[in-house]
Structure formats: C-alpha cells, structure tokens
C-alpha cells in the first residue's frame, strides 16, 4: 500500500561503487578532452605538427605491412623434430621396417654431436598407421646447448633424405599452435572436394607439378595415390554351380588360405589360447599360389580353385577420404627455409 511503501522503500542517493568510478573516468576524460582542444584552437603550428605525426604513424605501419614478412604465426622452436615415413602402397611391416633401419643411422648423428638428447622411430607409425607407414622423433637438446634451431636441423635432415627413393621420408618441425608431440610442421595444404575421386586427382596433376617447381616449397604429395594393388576374385556362377562348388566354399578357403581362421581353442596352464590356421607366407605371395588352391566339391572331390573363379589384377587407393560428406584429396607441402606462406603461396 502507498503507506507501507512509503515507511520501507527510500530514495535513491547516487549509485553503486563501479557506477561512481565509472563516472569519475569518463568526467576526466572529458576534462582532458576539453583541455587539450581549447589548447589546439588557435595554435595553426600545433595542429599542423599533430597532423605530421598521426600522418607519419599511418605512412610507417604501412611500409611495415608492406615490407615485414606475412605468416600465420612466427616459426618457433619446441625442442623437437617430427619425422614421417610413407612406403609404397601394399607395401608391409618388413619393408618398411627396413627403411626404418635405415634411418637411424642418420638420427644418431645428430645424438653423437650433442645437438640432440635422444630419437624415436616406430613402424607402424603413432597413432595407428598403416603397415607402409612409419614416424620418428628427434628429441634436441636444451637451446642453451646448440648452435643451430629445430628448423635449421629438420631442413639438414630433409637433405640427407632427399637421395631416399625406397619411400617419401619428410623432416618438419611442430607448429606453433600445435598441442601434444604430434601433427604437421609449418606447411600448406589444398583441400580439393568433388563428387568423384579420379577427376579431382587429375584436376590436381598441373597445380602438383607447379608445386614441384616451386622453390619456396619442398615435397608436395597428395594424400591420394591410385596404385596400391588389388587382387579381384570373381566367382564364375554357372561353373560353380556345375562343379557344385558354393560361394561359400569359395570363401572358407580364401580366408583360411590368404587370411586365417579360428578354428579352435586350447587351455595350457589355465590360459586359453586360440588356434589359427592360415598357410605359410612363403605360399600366399603371388597370384600363383591363389591358382595352387582346391576347393571342395558337392560331393567330396577336390577341383582347382581356378576353375571356377576369375582374378584380376588392378590399382586403388587404401584411404578414401571426405570432407563435409563429399570426396576429398589433398595437396600438402611444406616450407622451405627463409620462405613464408605469402612467398611461397
């Protein structure tokens, strides 16, 4: 009621802590503001020099825009150098284990000069590669403890890979903004999104050779390559049914010949263990040793497996990558030394 109101409720008298500070700010502000023009106003000699000096500001900051290298963030050193090893498509854990070998020869220079602490390689590469895949790290020391920065010895390292043509081996640094131990260096990369996967790789051929040329970038590669073989078995309908061999039948004898196949178990020392058959590597090689095979028959007889199927031999690609639900390849490459992404792009 208008009585009670006016017993319990009292005007208000100013405001809050922060709305008097912010007051008192903004009355000296504009004190300061009216102070410095009623200073100006009449002194031509004071606005022209103001002048010169706001115009000097501008004309600086835009020969710095101009002239100061262009890039996303400056390098930076981690103490660290990422190596990353991609073998020919299909190819398997010895091959690239021996490419791997290889490579540590290299890395322990950089251990016995003191320039590095210590190196790791691994086959497949961290985070579950394929088995033509593989990755490294050298772990450098303090930079209290050597002459050269991670990106000077990652581009020495690039070097002495070049002459490496059993597989595409690349040295980079981590960026600046990257989180963890792994990732991509400094570099670009073309994401190029179509409907099909062929057209894109060959709308990708000129700007790839043109990457190639470019000397501000070094090993370009698409993470697209249409060459890791394939063996196609197709099964003769009317011949199988003839010889009364079934699909199935077909089937049972791949996977336990060329993949393996449980077939049973066993307990030793209160452990089970599973029983795999699957042949000798030796005899699952070659297009040949899939002709060696028999399959059984309706009625018990044994007829060669190339009786009744068709093979054929043909090249695609392991990965089929998307992005946003469309088909997708990719063109990366990295920098060279004394190139930003303006120069090189």
């Known amino acids: ?19 008097r500070r912010v007051d008192r700010g903004m009355d000296a502000l504009k004190d300061s503001y009216a102070r410095s023009l009623d200073m100006m106003l009449g002194r031509r000699i004071a606005v022209i020099g103001v002048g010169v000096l706001i115009g000097l ?57 003191g320039e590095a602490e210590t190196y790791l390689i691994s086959s497949p590469g961290f985070g579950g590669g394929s088995y033509n895949s593989g990755s490294g790290a050298l772990i450098l020391s303090d930079w209290s403890e050597r002459d050269r920065t991670a990106d000077e010895i990652a581009q ?29 260096g400094t570099g670009v990369e073309m994401i190029v999104t179509g409907s099909e996967y062929e057209p894109i790789y060959q709308w990708l051929q000129p700007i790839l050779a043109a990457a190639q040329d470019n000397p501000g970038l070094s090993r370009p590669r698409l993470n697209y390559e249409p060459n890791a073989p394939r063996l ?20 049972r004898t791949l996977e336990t010949m060329f993949g393996s196949r449980q077939v049973t178990t066993y307990i030793k020392g209160g452990q089970e263990y599973d029983v795999l058959l699957q042949t000798e590597r030796d ?4 297009v040949g040793d ?7 028959t309706g009625a018990g007889a044994l007829v060669p497996l ?25 063109l990366q490459a990295d920098l060279n030394d004394g190139y930003t992404i303006t120069d090189a792009v």
Not at 239 to 247: E, F, N, Q, T
Request: hydrophobic share 35%.
């Open 232 to 251: 196609l078995v197709d099964v003769d309908p009317e011949r199988a049914a003839g010889l009364g061999v079934s699909s199935q039948e077909i089937g």
């Open 306 to 330: 190339s009786s009744v199927v068709d093979t054929k031999t043909s090249g695609d690609t392991p990965d089929r990558r998307r992005l946003d639900r469309q088909r997708a390849i990719s």
């Open 57 to 113: 500001v501008g004309l600086g900051a835009f020969v710095m825009f101009k002239v100061l290298p262009s890039e996303l963030v400056p390098q930076e050193d981690r103490g660290r150098v990422q190596i990353r090893v991609a073998g020919p498509e299909g190819a398997g854990f010895d091959y690239t284990r021996r490419i791997m070998l290889g490579l540590e020869p290299i890395l322990a220079e950089y251990k016995a000069n």
């Open 290 to 296: 899939l002709e060696a095979l028999y399959v059984r």
């Open 283 to 286: 005899n699952r090689r070659s």
């Open 1 to 19: 009621s208008p009585m009670l109101a006016s017993k319990i409720l009292k005007p208000a008298e100013g405001g809050g802590w922060l709305a």
């Open 156 to 184: 020495e390292l690039n070097g002495k890979l070049r002459g490496q043509t059993d597989a595409q081996v690349n040295a980079s640094t981590p960026g600046a903004f990257q989180r963890g131990g792994g990732g991509g």
